[in-house]
């Protein structure tokens, strides 16, 4: 009887051991196959998702023999083709990925015709057939789309004749391309409307400010030398900041530096009238917005704000850091201005002119952050004036 409860508990606990074993290998199968691409169908949609992420980056540069031959060869892999090419609205083969380039001609007439049709091409192996030990069974030419307008074809030459899936999926591929395109020509507009925007500004500056740092240097001459060349280096560099052709973006510490450059001038001309204070993190110092986009608004605190004060007063500028983002405010304690009077103005800033600075600023952090980021505005009369505007520490596509 001993014998018999020991055979039994050996055998319980091999049992046991069997049945932890076998929980761990299921453990570690369904791990395995939760982190799997459990079936052809996932491969080969990730593998779709993975082409179409890398051919992304070089299609929003635009059409160009460079985008072309860098997006080609994984476009390709998605259409699994003997070869692809694009071409642009002349015809002219901006790339060509694969082999059998020798039915370029072919290719070439069926491009022309997709052009100036808008439609789809199809060419059989009949209409293809060479005298060469060649794959090519036939050619299908899509049309690439811009803004309505044909900029160019995508050719696909394929080693099957071409079937209904072979046609779709070309027709897919370059709807694919054409909104990419449309994203690349959006993107140019809108660095064009911004560069458009900083010229205005640049106009505004020049009349507003360049006539009375001049007449104070122009004073400082006879009675202060040497002030009045430290104060013209101050004003070369001012200048050479604002006119630059660089990018439209900066950084808070750039544009905090030329924004000393400004009041180094302004005190020159106020003295003692102008008393201004600076509330920074460093922290903030590297966040980057737009190129000019806090000197028309401490500008307008001395203009508008305190240089109609016969005893002058107070600019605070003031940077803090705020989670994901940097709220930056300029705040005087000025003759203030009518709140629904500068609304008006602002709304109607490039025909009146009035308050085109802040109109233009406005225009800018809406355009490159988003609607949520234009200026905050806190004014009335005899109360001073507060402008506040928050800029995301990070934003595709937004660098220096």
């Known amino acids: 009887m001993r014998e018999f409860f020991t055979s039994s508990a050996a055998l319980l606990v091999l049992i046991g051991v069997l049945a932890v074993a076998a929980a761990v290998f299921l453990a570690l199968f369904w791990r395995a196959r939760r982190h799997a691409f459990a079936s052809p169908l996932e491969r080969a949609t990730f593998s779709t998702l993975h082409s179409v992420a890398l051919a992304a980056p070089a299609l929003r540069e635009g059409l160009s023999a460079q985008s072309a031959a860098f997006a080609l060869p994984y476009l390709r892999t998605m259409l699994d083709t003997c070869a692809l090419t694009m071409t642009d609205s002349s015809v002219a083969v901006l790339a060509w990925d694969g082999d059998s380039d020798h039915h370029q001609p072919d290719l070439l007439e069926l491009a022309n015709t997709a052009i100036n049709t808008g439609r789809q091409q199809v060419a059989s192996h009949r209409a293809v057939a060479c005298d060469r030990d060649c794959p090519v069974k036939g050619i299908v030419v899509s049309p690439l789309e811009c803004e309505g307008a044909i900029v160019g074809t995508l050719g696909a030459l394929t080693a099957t004749t071409p079937g209904p899936v072979l046609l779709r999926a070309t027709g897919e591929i370059a709807r694919y391309i054409s909104s990419q395109l449309e994203l690349a020509e959006l993107d140019e507009s809108r660095r064009r409307l911004g ?206």
Do not use: W
Request: aromatic share 6%.
């Open 195 to 400: 560069q458009a925007e900083v010229r205005a500004l640049r106009a505004q500056i020049s009349p507003h400010f360049v006539y009375n740092a001049l007449t104070t240097i122009s004073n400082f001459i006879r009675t202060n030398p040497e002030r009045a060349r430290e104060l013209l280096i101050e004003f070369a560099d001012f200048t050479r900041y604002s006119f630059r052709t660089a990018s439209e973006y900066t950084t808070l510490s750039d544009e905090l530096n030329n924004i000393d450059r400004y009041l180094k001038l302004e005190r020159a001309r106020f003295g003692d009238r102008l008393n201004v204070q600076l509330r920074i993190a460093p922290e903030v110092l590297s966040v980057v917005l737009p190129f000019l986009a806090l000197q028309p608004l401490v500008e307008n605190a001395v203009r508008h704000g305190l240089a109609g004060m016969p005893n002058g007063g107070t600019i605070v500028l003031s940077a803090v850091n705020a989670g994901t983002e940097c709220v930056i405010s300029v705040e005087d304690d000025g003759v203030g201005m009518d709140p629904r009077r500068l609304k008006e103005d602002m709304a109607d800033a490039h025909v009146t002119g009035a308050h085109v600075g802040l109109g233009n600023v406005d225009d800018r952090m809406r355009s490159t952050f988003g609607e949520d980021f234009g200026l905050v505005v806190d004014t009335a009369l005899g109360a001073g004036t507060k402008i506040t505007l928050r800029v995301p520490k990070f934003r595709a596509g937004i660098r220096v």
